[in-house]
T-cell receptor, first 109, second 114 residues
Framework: GQSLEQPSEVTAVEGAIVQINCTYQ??????LSWYQQHDGGAPTFLSY????GLEETGRFSSFLSRSDSYGYLLLQELQMKDSASYFC??????????FGQGTTLQVKP | EPEVTQTPSHQVTQMGQEVILRCVPI?????FYWYRQILGQKVEFLVS????????KSEIFDDQFSVERPDGSNFTLKIRSTKLEDSAMYFC????????????FGPGTRLLVL
């Protein structure tokens, strides 16, 4: 089977840095995606790591270690609007996404 | 910027009734998906669709579910006889060929079965 584990909640203050971890167990691993979902909204693609290392996109970075079956999403210079749920997800070879349970990030002033 | 659209945004129905959820994927995308999210839970894959046929379906996608691409733009999910546990947010998504890891989600249809 396939499973992804991530913390259920994280709290941080505005301007801080927060890291959301994700460990996975999958058959046939192709890469790790991250999606953001605001309350009542649709998941929005943030990043994808197919290879080991760090990918940076503005304030957000994502890291993957295939040997450790582990990745994380790093959010820097937190803003109030970053309060949302963040999901790690693994795509299969047919394209379906298997999502983790999601991490609710609360950014406080 | 092109986006996936879904109608209706909300649907209330009686148990046992049929519902059709509609989606218009991004025009140059060739892979289409339906997911659902029960309130407070994770997003769950239902079905993927490519080249006018189902590529893969989950165990949730039983005989009461069907998908169709009736024309060049619409992609529909039909639930034949709704059950209480079908109450959820249903998301349509689409992606370009070879980029299934980057899926663009529609705003969702919130289905409530009474």
């Amino acid at each position: 089977g396939q499973s992804l584990e991530q913390p259920s909640e994280v709290t941080a203050v505005e301007g801080a840095i927060v890291q959301i971890n994700c460990t996975y167990q999958t058959s046939g691993f192709y890469g790790l995606s991250w999606y953001q979902q605001h309350d009542g909204g649709a998941p929005t693609f943030l990043s994808y790591n197919a290879l080991d290392g760090l990918e940076e996109t503005g304030r957000f970075s994502s890291f993957l270690s295939r040997s450790d079956s582990y990745g994380y999403l790093l959010l820097q210079e937190l803003q109030m609007k970053d309060s949302a749920s963040y999901f790690c997800a693994v795509p299969s070879n047919t394209g379906k996404l298997i999502f983790g349970q999601g991490t609710t990030l609360q950014v406080k002033p | 910027e092109p986006e996936v659209t879904q109608t209706p945004s909300h649907q209330v129905t009686q148990m046992g009734q049929e519902v059709i959820l509609r989606c218009v994927p991004i025009s140059n995308h060739l892979y289409f998906y339906w997911y659902r999210q029960i309130l407070g839970q994770k997003v769950e894959f239902l079905v993927s669709f490519y080249n006018n046929e189902i590529s893969e379906k989950s165990e949730i996608f039983d005989d009461q579910f069907s998908v169709e691409r009736p024309d060049g733009s619409n992609f529909t999910l039909k639930i034949r006889s709704t059950k209480l546990e079908d109450s959820a947010m249903y998301f349509c998504a689409s992606s370009e060929p070879q980029e299934g890891e980057t899926q663009y989600f529609g705003p969702g249809t919130r289905l409530l079965v009474l």
